[in-house]
């Protein structure tokens, strides 16, 4: 199943499952609405929403150990974290507007963790009970900045500087050898799979729910593999996960 949050034309939020046929089958319960009437709704008739609203995007660094390569950085012996703030949550099929006047912002197309429940301190044997499902992750990153700060605020947590969607996968939907891919303008950028992370989705949750609390909505974004590149104005970017869908957004820089 896939859960997708989306506006319909009389402009209210509304939750359903995304069909492989490109409908949204409305779940009444999850609108709060006292009927129990589905609605059906085309896709491309509606205005798709990130599927949630995180009070944070926990990020892993250097996940993948060709990227690591590719930034020429030693494979760490922790998860090397840090945090993207709501600010910087956008939906698919959105226009994304990035920093004017910079020389290299980069997609990075990366599998997102949903958090299901508000948990702190959870052992890796326990995480799959904490994940509600998986989704698509464009971590857009401002190199200029983030070359030359420590905290990543300037390089990473900019308006707009992290697209997700288009659904929510559930979690056995989702193989472990599940394939990441990023186009640009069509063309294959990425191409790699979650069995290639260094710390897999169970370290991960261990490790960041021992330095903090992670509430239900929140993602952590899990790294890209190696074949990160250049956004231009006009470019069009998509974000792909096996099981989950396609997340694509257009670039504008003014």
Same mark, same amino acid.
């Given at each position: %199943?896939?859960?997708?949050?989306?506006?319909?034309?009389?402009?209210?939020?509304? =939750?359903?499952? @995304?069909?492989?046929?490109?409908?949204?089958?409305?779940?009444?319960?999850? #609108?709060?609405?006292?009927? #129990?009437?589905?609605?059906?709704? #085309?896709?491309?008739? $509606?205005?798709?929403?990130? *599927?949630?609203?995180?009070?944070?995007? $926990?990020?892993? +660094?250097?996940?993948?150990?060709?990227?690591?390569?590719?930034?020429?950085?030693?494979?760490?012996?922790?998860?090397?974290?840090?945090?993207?703030?709501?600010?910087?949550?956008?939906?698919? +099929?959105?226009?994304?507007?990035? /920093?004017?006047?910079?020389?290299?912002?980069?997609?990075?197309?990366? /599998?997102?963790?949903?958090?299901?429940?508000?948990?702190?301190?959870?052992?890796?044997?326990?995480?799959?009970?904490?994940?509600?499902?998986?989704?698509?992750?464009?971590?857009?990153?401002?190199?200029?900045?983030?070359?030359?700060?420590?905290?990543?605020?300037?390089?990473?947590?900019?308006?707009?500087?992290? *697209?997700?969607?288009?659904?929510?996968?559930?979690?056995?939907?989702? *193989?472990?050898?599940?394939?990441?891919?990023?186009?640009?303008? +069509?063309?294959?950028?990425? #191409?790699?799979?979650?069995?290639?992370?260094?710390?897999?989705? *169970?370290? @991960?949750?261990?490790?960041?729910?021992? =330095? %903090?609390? /992670?509430?239900?909505?929140?993602?952590?974004?899990? +790294?890209?593999?190696?074949?990160?590149?250049? /956004?231009?104005?006009?470019?069009?970017?998509?974000?792909?996960i096996e099981g989950v869908g396609t997340l694509e957004n257009r670039v504008r820089i003014p």
């Amino acid at each position: %199943m896939r859960r997708i949050r989306f506006r319909d034309a009389d402009g209210e939020v509304r =939750y359903g499952e @995304l069909t492989d046929d490109g409908t949204v089958r409305a779940d009444p319960t999850r #609108d709060g609405r006292v009927t #129990d009437e589905v609605g059906t709704f #085309d896709v491309e008739g $509606v205005d798709v929403l990130a *599927p949630c609203e995180p009070s944070k995007i $926990v990020c892993v +660094g250097l996940n993948y150990a060709d990227h690591a390569a590719e930034r020429g950085s030693e494979v760490p012996d922790r998860p090397l974290l840090f945090v993207k703030t709501p600010n910087t949550v956008t939906s698919h +099929g959105s226009t994304v507007e990035l /920093l004017p006047g910079k020389e290299q912002i980069e997609y990075e197309a990366e /599998l997102g963790v949903v958090i299901g429940q508000r948990c702190r301190n959870v052992d890796a044997a326990d995480a799959e009970e904490v994940v509600a499902g998986y989704t698509c992750v464009n971590d857009i990153s401002n190199r200029d900045d983030q070359r030359v700060e420590t905290n990543w605020v300037r390089g990473k947590s900019f308006d707009d500087a992290a *697209p997700i969607g288009p659904a929510i996968a559930a979690p056995e939907d989702v *193989p472990g050898d599940a394939a990441v891919r990023c186009r640009l303008n +069509g063309e294959l950028r990425q #191409d790699s799979s979650r069995d290639q992370f260094i710390f897999d989705v *169970p370290e @991960l949750i261990e490790e960041i729910t021992t =330095y %903090m609390t /992670l509430e239900e909505g929140d993602v952590i974004s899990t +790294g890209t593999p190696e074949g990160v590149g250049p /956004l231009s104005d006009g470019d069009t970017v998509e974000v792909e996960i096996e099981g989950v869908g396609t997340l694509e957004n257009r670039v504008r820089i003014p």
